[in-house]
């Protein structure tokens, strides 16, 4: 009864478009009246505790370090050197933007602020050189989910802290997948664009150009091998990057690149801070809605139901990334990873699945999440870069989807992709 109180409630907030850190937060308020098992304090005790973790610090860091380098001229400055390199080839324009999109992710750790700072600068420019309007928001929306993908990510860290494992290890099985899923990207882009006769007028960049292209660029394209090199060098820890991040976008935006004004810092403060009081808010009160569960036993119950439908790791791992494409069409990326990661981990380690290769395979299934309705945030925020309706847009993101879905089939089957530099790098 208990469980069913809690659902029901969750259901009934979100029809209702209650945001849903609250959603989370009411529905185990409810539950805890109806069971009378736990006292109201627990949902205070279990958001605290959520919350009482020194790798969180890197989502904040992370955040700020994004917004400052979004509005400090780097996001530009790595378009440029996209474009100097492909965009005179066919579909250059689109190619241009999900590289663009593959270097932000590598900063941002963000889905919707990749599709900001990327879509932003590129949606207009496409949309002048005659792209379909509509190819090129699902190609932004689609491209703007890598950012959750390649490291660092924010998912991934919220992941490892979850189920207790190696935030590093999680940043390196992301690299693949990453690279994948936006050379994956980049071959539809091509082939659509080879079919509409969309090619940039423009001639190629001669190669002194484009290396002084580049060495314009370098401090933008050096933001990645700081905080990744670092890492994974032993120099400081990912929590570490993350406030070495926002020094260093600091330092470049003002003084490098000099795109960065003192009078843009509060307002960047203060986005950094709305942000991260929002995801704060849906950790702490999806740990609260995800130790219900478990004191209701509904994690056993789910594990032992999947687990007898068939003893084929493969069927398994189906019928996990199936309930996750479910899961993340409803519910906040990070929410679900807090509630279901410790659920599914132990019906996937069952089958031999190992716990980075699942968080990889996790992550990358619910980052079509961001594009698919009713809850995508990157098509909220297409929407509004290119003033386009959500139907449209649900539209326009069809063909994208099935990209990302055969990405995510080629990663769940071939788990090398995620696990040989985890294994290479550990080795040493």
Same mark, same amino acid.
């Given at each position: 009864?208990?469980?069913?109180?809690?659902?029901?409630?969750?259901?009934?907030?979100?029809?209702?478009?209650?945001?849903?850190?609250?959603?989370?937060?009411?529905?185990?308020?409810?539950?805890?009246?109806?069971?009378?098992?736990?006292?109201?304090?627990?949902?205070?005790?279990?958001?605290?505790?959520?919350?009482?973790?020194?790798?969180?610090?890197?989502?904040?860091?992370?955040?700020?370090?994004?917004?400052?380098?979004?509005?400090?001229?780097?996001?530009?400055?790595?378009?440029?050197?996209?474009?100097?390199?492909?965009?005179?080839?066919?579909?250059?324009?689109?190619? +241009?933007? $999900? @590289? &663009?999109?593959?270097?932000?992710?590598?900063?941002?750790?963000?889905?919707? *602020?990749?599709? =900001?700072? /990327?879509?932003?600068?590129?949606?207009?420019?496409?949309?002048?050189?005659?792209?379909?309007?509509?190819?090129?928001?699902?190609?932004?929306?689609?491209?703007?989910?890598?950012?959750?993908?390649?490291?660092?990510?924010?998912?991934?860290?919220?992941?490892?802290?979850?189920?207790?494992?190696?935030?590093?290890?999680?940043?390196?099985?992301?690299?693949?997948?990453?690279?994948?899923?936006?050379?994956?990207?980049?071959?539809?882009?091509?082939?659509?664009?080879?079919?509409?006769?969309?090619?940039?007028?423009?001639?190629?960049?001669?190669?002194?150009?484009?290396?002084?292209?580049?060495?314009?660029?370098?401090?933008?394209?050096?933001?990645? +091998?700081? $905080? @990744? &090199?670092?890492?994974?060098?032993?120099?400081?820890?990912?929590?570490?990057? *993350?406030?070495? =991040?926002? /020094?260093?976008?600091?330092?470049?935006?003002?003084?490098?690149?000099?795109?960065?004004?003192?009078?843009?810092?509060?307002?960047?403060?203060?986005?950094?801070?709305?942000?991260?009081?929002?995801?704060?808010?849906?950790?702490?009160?999806?740990?609260?809605?995800?130790?219900?569960?478990?004191?209701?036993?509904?994690?056993?119950?789910?594990?032992?139901?999947?687990?007898?439908?068939?003893?084929?790791?493969?069927?398994?791992?189906?019928?996990?990334?199936?309930?996750?494409?479910?899961?993340?069409?409803?519910?906040?990326?990070?929410?679900?990873?807090?509630?279901?990661?410790?659920?599914?981990?132990?019906?996937?380690?069952?089958?031999?699945?190992?716990? $980075?290769?699942?968080?990889?395979?996790?992550?990358?299934?619910?980052?079509?999440?961001?594009?698919?309705?009713?809850?995508?945030?990157?098509?909220?925020?297409?929407?509004?870069?290119?003033?386009?309706?959500?139907?449209?847009?649900?539209?326009?993101?069809?063909?994208?989807?099935?990209?990302?879905?055969?990405?995510?089939?080629?990663?769940?089957?071939?788990?090398?992709?995620?696990?040989?530099?985890?294994?290479?790098?550990?080795?040493?």
């Amino acid at each position: 009864m208990t469980t069913l109180v809690l659902f029901v409630a969750l259901i009934v907030c979100l029809l209702l478009r209650v945001p849903i850190g609250i959603s989370l937060g009411l529905s185990a308020v409810a539950a805890i009246l109806q069971s009378d098992v736990v006292s109201l304090r627990y949902l205070a005790q279990s958001m605290t505790t959520g919350l009482d973790s020194f790798p969180l610090m890197a989502v904040p860091f992370f955040i700020l370090a994004g917004e400052l380098m979004g509005t400090g001229g780097i996001s530009r400055r790595l378009l440029g050197a996209a474009n100097a390199f492909v965009g005179a080839t066919t579909g250059g324009m689109a190619l +241009v933007t $999900i @590289l &663009g999109c593959m270097f932000f992710a590598a900063i941002s750790g963000s889905g919707p *602020a990749t599709v =900001a700072a /990327i879509g932003g600068i590129m949606v207009p420019e496409m949309l002048r050189q005659g792209y379909d309007k509509r190819f090129v928001c699902g190609l932004i929306a689609t491209a703007g989910a890598i950012g959750v993908i390649i490291p660092p990510s924010i998912p991934m860290v919220i992941y490892a802290v979850a189920v207790n494992t190696s935030i590093s290890d999680m940043f390196i099985g992301g690299i693949f997948p990453g690279i994948l899923i936006g050379s994956l990207l980049m071959g539809w882009a091509y082939i659509y664009s080879r079919k509409r006769g969309y090619r940039c007028d423009d001639q190629r960049v001669p190669w002194a150009k484009r290396f002084a292209i580049f060495w314009e660029a370098k401090w933008a394209l050096l933001v990645p +091998v700081v $905080i @990744l &090199g670092g890492i994974y060098s032993g120099v400081f820890t990912p929590t570490e990057a *993350a406030a070495i =991040a926002v /020094i260093y976008g600091l330092v470049v935006g003002l003084f490098v690149y000099r795109d960065l004004k003192l009078k843009d810092i509060p307002q960047i403060l203060s986005r950094s801070a709305l942000t991260t009081a929002t995801i704060l808010i849906i950790i702490g009160t999806a740990t609260a809605f995800g130790r219900i569960l478990t004191i209701n036993r509904v994690p056993d119950t789910l594990a032992n139901g999947i687990s007898s439908f068939s003893s084929s790791p493969l069927i398994v791992l189906l019928l996990v990334m199936l309930l996750l494409l479910f899961v993340g069409c409803i519910m906040e990326t990070l929410a679900a990873i807090i509630i279901l990661a410790p659920i599914l981990l132990p019906v996937v380690m069952g089958v031999q699945v190992d716990v $980075i290769h699942f968080g990889i395979m996790m992550v990358t299934n619910l980052a079509i999440g961001f594009i698919t309705p009713p809850l995508g945030v990157n098509l909220f925020v297409t929407c509004g870069i290119a003033d386009i309706s959500l139907d449209e847009m649900a539209k326009a993101i069809l063909p994208w989807i099935g990209v990302m879905l055969l990405a995510q089939a080629l990663i769940v089957i071939f788990p090398q992709i995620t696990m040989v530099l985890v294994h290479l790098l550990n080795a040493n």
